[in-house]
């Protein structure tokens, strides 16, 4: 039996803002195993960031006790602070430094002998790949490439304890499958004990462990496998020939019974109550010849059950949109050609092309960088267009009439209503904006409140509210003058499964009525709910098509049933391949 | 849309751009503090009048004359007489380390050269290094012994000079440097507040994103740009108003003119400082570059205003340069107002002026609102 690297008995922290007492820590007792990856997991504001903070000694413990490797947290945050890497969430590098002066900086910083480095650049350049671009600019890097320097400069002394806070959050898929690897091989190598937070529930399986944290309190500590055992032979793929798989989520979300009704390949995953699904066939015509099949629970599923439990707020609310029930019609309302953007000598939108139907979902799938958004904002006419064109209903919004965008509903990628204004005068403030007034404000001011449950904070500053009621106040601003067209920047970005749960739900039901919804996301899964999406890399359309026609590229012998994620990584990999044959040929005359 | 609905878009946006700024609590200070510290500094400390000129005194002369001519220097209560000196030597460690500002050094024959009828010698040195003091102090003195003169001609003890200057200084008649400054301050501030309130306002919006949700709605830019010009002119006026109370009630500056005149000049000058904040703010990405173009443009418009140094003495091309800056304009009706009962009629070389640089400025930010966005 090993001692425990890092031990923390009973540890509590508050916060102080304004007049608010926050309870970010309250009694949390763990202690993570020598030489293994734990997984540090739980929707936001459960206080993963506060934790990892304090093992590394950036805050200070308000009471309980914090170990590691034998070193007390409060008395020797120094020492503790030697043998402890920890990389931030948001990166700490110097932008304006090159790869190399980052690294040698964090070596100067951890005090690694000069004598020494040259060796360990190289195995970190090796492991990290970044070995073609030590001159290049940190700022210059790619998302993933960015992580990957943040992490190898963690790594330039070696160190006992690794903490990584959120490393892979918005990375592409092929950028995290590194990431993942260089961190176990510093696990088997060096035997280091590794503390990791992620918002991937996917990602909880690759873990040894996984500490369940939500609102200040630890859950669980348990292997993925003895989570899943909770929702043994409950968790069911539900699917039918004649209903779309949005109905089919949309009828079985709102029925008791059910915990958790998501949109996945081939039909809806649920997770029900009890062991017996039965219960769900009299809801349903025969004629829809509803299908049902057991399959092997996630960690997700488990995950959703236990937070269910904890949230009494289910947020099923439906949204009744005002348009007649229409199926996706054939008619063009976004049209994008040939589209470019540049930034000085950086292509960030290089020729896009696509089309958007009548009340379909159509997702815009990349990696943080891609260009997904730089391509919304043209698309909404916030920024000028260097060549191509576009068009929103008919007409181009940059130069068109500004009657023309009372059709558009926008939700920016980051929170954009005044955080100083409470919920009502944003509210108000929006209402106004859309040319409703008197009456009619009031009616939709009081839809907004009623829809999206926030009664409770219409007097509170939008600044300070949960990330939750933020997304859901965009949210109803986005849909105050009932938009035919919405763009969605990155909805989901940085809000807990249960939160996406939510607004997908909404986003689904505004769909079947009729209302068309341009999504951008960086969770590949999220392209089940859409009917048509366009894969983006670096600025390129890398493909285009159903999810099904996605999955279908991919299909190999080896790989009969690819996941988007796969796709993803079979397209990318493809484009690398055809630029260097293209490298290739340049090169020989 | 109808008038009434845009006038009642018009009151939303200026309802949310005056919460924006009255809730935020670091925006609330700019509007309160700055205008209260600027107040009471220039109020009090920025004066051309020198109330303590140091002296010394080296006295070769046992007479009477001197005496009375050293009694009255050391009589006025502008000066101070700290040291009397007995050697030569003396004189030059006291300007030296600035013990006094100025030493007199009476002829041994002054006295005896008076009581003859002849000229008296008295010898002045003055430490130039501040001219503009030194030059002041030298006024003071040169008076001093003008009065001497005389009251000594009077008394039949000397032929009393052919000519006598009679001065009087109009509208400020005591020549206090406080009624100039202060009925600066009036203009300074205002453009300071209502610069910076704007110029942040569409750079604060940016930075925050929320730029790009206003944006998206159907509004006009132009009504964006009225939402955000009504509260810098709101605020602008209101501080303008509040310095011209306190001038009046608590620094005693006269208030000769038309209110009416002086309020036609206040809007026009608020109007066209919030068009410069406007422009600079969409200009700006960040609030960083705002306050950095706010202040870019606030120091030379200070300097070039003839608020401390008159336009005429500055060099012909760089006074064509001030006919760019309203603040110029502005104060040359804000002092009329104050100390000549200046009018309407008076003003309008100044109005027109400022009419122009605010239409301006106002279509350049409308502008640029839109076309100008990375």
Not at chain 1, 82 to 108: C, H, I, K, W
Not at chain 1, 173 to 194: C, F, K
Not at chain 1, 382 to 393: D, E, K, T, Y
């Amino acid at each position: 039996m090993s001692v425990a690297e890092v031990s923390v008995e009973n540890l509590c922290k508050t916060f102080h803002v304004g007049k608010q007492t926050i309870q970010a820590l309250n009694n949390v007792s763990f202690s993570l195993k020598p030489g293994q990856v734990t997984g540090l997991i739980g929707p936001d504001g459960a206080g993963k960031t506060t934790l990892m903070r304090l093992l590394c000694g950036l805050l200070t413990i308000d009471s309980g006790r914090i170990t590691v490797s034998g070193l007390d947290g409060a008395t020797q945050a120094a020492d503790i602070q030697a043998s402890v890497s920890y990389m931030p969430q948001r990166f700490g590098l110097y932008e304006d430094l090159t790869v190399q002066e980052n690294l040698d900086l964090y070596a100067d910083l951890k005090g690694l002998a000069p004598g020494q480095r040259q060796t360990r650049y190289e195995e970190l350049m090796k492991l990290t790949g970044l070995a073609p671009f030590t001159g290049r600019l940190a700022g210059k890097l790619s998302g993933g490439m960015k992580q990957k320097l943040g992490l190898a400069c963690a790594l330039v002394v070696t160190p006992k304890v690794l903490i990584l806070d959120e490393p892979t959050v918005g990375v592409d898929p092929i950028s995290r499958r590194e990431l993942w690897h260089i961190v176990y091989q510093q696990v088997e190598q060096a035997g280091m004990t590794v503390l990791l937070s992620t918002a991937y529930l996917d990602e909880a399986e690759r873990c040894a462990e996984v500490i369940l944290l939500h609102e200040g309190k630890m859950l669980q500590q348990a292997t993925p496998a003895i989570f899943s055992e909770r929702v043994q032979g409950r968790s069911w793929l539900v699917s039918s020939p004649h209903l779309s798989n949005r109905q089919l989520q949309l009828k079985l979300s709102q029925l008791p019974g059910i915990i958790d009704a998501l949109i996945v390949q081939g039909g809806v995953r649920v997770v029900t109550e009890t062991a017996d699904i039965s219960f769900i066939q009299p809801s349903f015509d025969a004629a829809t010849s509803l299908q049902t099949k057991a399959i092997t629970p996630s960690f997700e599923d488990s995950f959703i059950d236990r937070l269910k439990q904890h949230n009494t707020d289910t947020g099923k609310t439906a949204i009744t949109a005002h348009i007649a029930a229409e199926h996706p019609s054939d008619e063009v309302v976004i049209k994008v050609d040939q589209l470019k953007r540049t930034f000085g000598d950086f292509i960030a939108v290089n020729k896009v092309s696509f089309n958007v139907n009548k009340g379909e979902i159509f997702g815009l799938l990349g990696a943080n960088g891609a260009g997904k958004s730089t391509t919304f904002r043209m698309l909404c006419g916030l920024l000028p267009i260097s060549s191509g064109h576009c068009s929103v209903a008919g007409v181009d919004l940059r130069h068109a009439a500004n009657q023309a965008r009372q059709n558009i509903g926008y939700m920016a990628q980051k929170f954009s209503l005044y955080g100083q204004l409470t919920v009502m005068q944003n509210l108000r403030f929006y209402a106004s904006c859309y040319g409703l007034f008197k009456k009619q404000q009031q009616a939709r001011i009081q839809w907004a409140i009623d829809t999206f449950e926030l009664e409770p904070y219409r007097n509170t500053n939008t600044a300070d509210m949960p990330l939750g009621y933020k997304q859901r106040m965009s949210f109803a601003v986005a849909l105050m003058h009932q938009p035919d067209i919405l763009f969605l920047d990155e909805p989901t970005s940085g809000i807990d499964p249960l939160a996406r749960r939510e607004f997908w739900a909404r986003t689904n039901a505004l769909a079947e009525s009729g209302v068309t919804v341009l999504v951008t996301t960086h969770f590949m899964e999220e392209a089940n709910y859409c009917d048509h999406m366009v894969i983006m890399a670096n600025g390129t359309v890398l493909a285009k098509g159903t999810p099904e026609q996605m999955k279908q590229l991919a299909q190999q012998e080896n790989q009969p049933e690819p996941s988007m994620e796969d796709a993803f990584i079979y397209l990318i990999e493809q484009q690398m391949n055809k630029q260097s044959a293209r490298q290739k040929q340049v090169s020989t005359p | 849309m109808s008038i009434r609905r845009h006038l009642l878009l018009i009151i939303a946006l200026a309802i949310k751009e005056l919460l924006a700024l009255l809730r935020d609590k670091k925006s609330r200070m700019v509007l309160i503090g700055p205008p209260i510290a600027q107040l009471l500094i220039f109020g009090y400390a920025a004066t051309f009048d020198l109330n303590h000129i140091t002296l010394a005194v080296y006295n070769e002369d046992p007479g009477e004359a001197s005496r009375e001519l050293i009694s009255r220097l050391s009589g006025s209560p502008n000066i101070d007489l700290l040291y009397t000196i007995q050697h030569e030597s003396e004189i030059k460690p006291l300007i030296d380390n600035q013990d006094v500002l100025m030493v007199v050094h009476i002829h041994p024959q002054f006295s005896a050269d008076i009581s003859q009828g002849k000229s008296g010698k008295v010898q002045l040195i003055l430490d130039g290094r501040n001219s503009n003091t030194a030059m002041i102090a030298l006024n003071y003195t040169r008076e001093i012994i003008l009065q001497l003169n005389q009251q000594w001609a009077k008394n039949g003890l000397l032929h009393g000079p052919p000519v006598i200057l009679e001065s009087r200084a109009w509208y400020n008649e005591n020549l206090r440097s406080r009624w100039f400054i202060v009925s600066g301050i009036i203009g300074l501030l205002s453009l300071v507040v209502s610069l910076v309130v704007t110029a942040l306002s569409v750079a604060r919006e940016r930075e925050q994103g929320t730029f790009d949700q206003l944006l998206v709605t159907p509004v006009h830019p132009a009504f964006i740009l009225i939402g955000k010009a009504i509260p810098g002119l709101l605020i602008g006026i209101l501080e303008a108003s509040f310095i011209i109370v306190v001038a009046v009630l608590w620094f005693d500056l006269p208030f000769r003119g038309s209110i009416g005149a002086l309020y036609l000049g206040v809007f026009l000058f608020t109007l066209s400082s919030v068009g410069i904040g406007l422009m600079i703010s969409s200009i700006c990405v960040t609030q960083q570059q705002a306050v950095l173009g706010a202040f870019m443009f606030l120091v030379p418009a200070v300097i070039l205003s003839g608020f401390a140094t008159p336009i005429a003495n500055m060099p012909d091309s760089v006074q064509l340069i001030t006919y760019l800056d309203p603040l110029r304009y502005f104060l040359i009706i804000v002092r009329s107002v104050f100390m000549e009962a200046g009018s309407y009629n008076l003003f309008w070389p100044q109005y027109w002026p400022m009419v122009i640089i605010a239409i301006t400025t106002l279509t350049m930010a409308a502008w640029l609102f839109r076309h100008k966005m990375y």
